[in-house]
């Protein structure tokens, strides 16, 4: 299947940084990837919906100037939690959909462990 | 808007033996498709098994299978032979035709017992 590779895996930060979170397509182009939340137990929550080229749209709730995200090619969107605090501890899961002949299919980035002090 | 239920939210089953998810799904579309993911405790996000609206066979991968039923929405997964590998939260998630999200049930854990 497609790869989709998220970094980094784990980041402990301090309240009031910023974190950056990469996502990249290695072997397709996605000009649509998804930002998820999950909190332990729980479901994936979609937070928004990042477009190659364009401004990303974020579900309802979503702070938008929390959680930057750049789709900044085919290959690679970013996620940014600015100014982070505790409460924005989780995982955070990209993902890419593909045609590819399969219809639909969305391949998962292997998530990013959030821990802020 | 599309719902995905999951009424199970843990199951066991013996290693070697089968055992059963349900999910139940709610839609006004007719084309659309269904995923079973598994998340190990890895927390990757793996594609188990597919199913297109339009086919009436149920979607088949080695040990996992579907029983798809349309009429009732009904999408439940059956993990023949379980091994302890397949230990993992389950989830069911449906995405329209003309959709680009999925839309994902609440999960069920399942625990495979040696």
């Known amino acids: 299947g497609a790869v989709v590779s998220q970094h980094p895996s784990w980041v402990i930060c301090k309240s009031g940084t910023s974190v950056k979170i990469e996502c990249r397509s290695l072997d397709f182009q996605a000009t649509t990837m998804f930002w998820y939340r999950q909190f332990p137990k729980q479901s994936l929550m979609l937070m928004a919906t990042?477009?190659?080229?364009?401004?990303?749209?974020?579900e309802q709730g979503v702070e938008k100037d929390k959680f930057l995200i750049n789709h900044a090619s085919l290959t690679l969107s970013t996620l940014t939690v600015t100014s982070a605090h505790p409460e924005d501890s989780s995982f955070y899961i990209c993902?890419?959909?593909?045609?590819?002949?399969?219809?639909?299919?969305?391949?998962f980035g292997a998530g990013t462990r959030l821990s802020v002090l | 808007a599309q719902t995905v239920t999951q009424s199970q939210p843990e199951m066991s089953v013996q290693e070697a033996e089968t055992v059963t998810l349900s999910c139940t799904y709610d839609t006004s579309e007719s084309d659309y498709y269904l995923f079973w993911y598994k998340q190990p405790p890895s927390r990757q996000m793996i594609l188990v098994i597919r199913?297109?609206?339009?086919?009436?066979q149920n979607a088949t991968e080695n040990r996992f299978s579907v029983n798809f039923q349309k009429a009732a929405k009904s999408f439940s997964l059956k993990i023949s032979d379980s091994q302890l590998g397949d230990a993992a939260m389950y989830f069911c998630?449906?995405?329209?035709?003309?959709?680009?999200?999925?839309?994902f049930g609440s999960g069920t854990q399942l625990t495979v017992l040696p």
């Open positions: 990042s477009n190659e080229g364009s401004k990303a749209t974020y």
């Open positions: 998630a449906y995405i329209s035709g003309s959709a680009r999200q999925l839309t």
């Open positions: 993902s890419a959909p593909t045609l590819s002949g399969r219809g639909n299919i969305q391949y």
């Open positions: 199913q297109e609206a339009y086919k009436q």
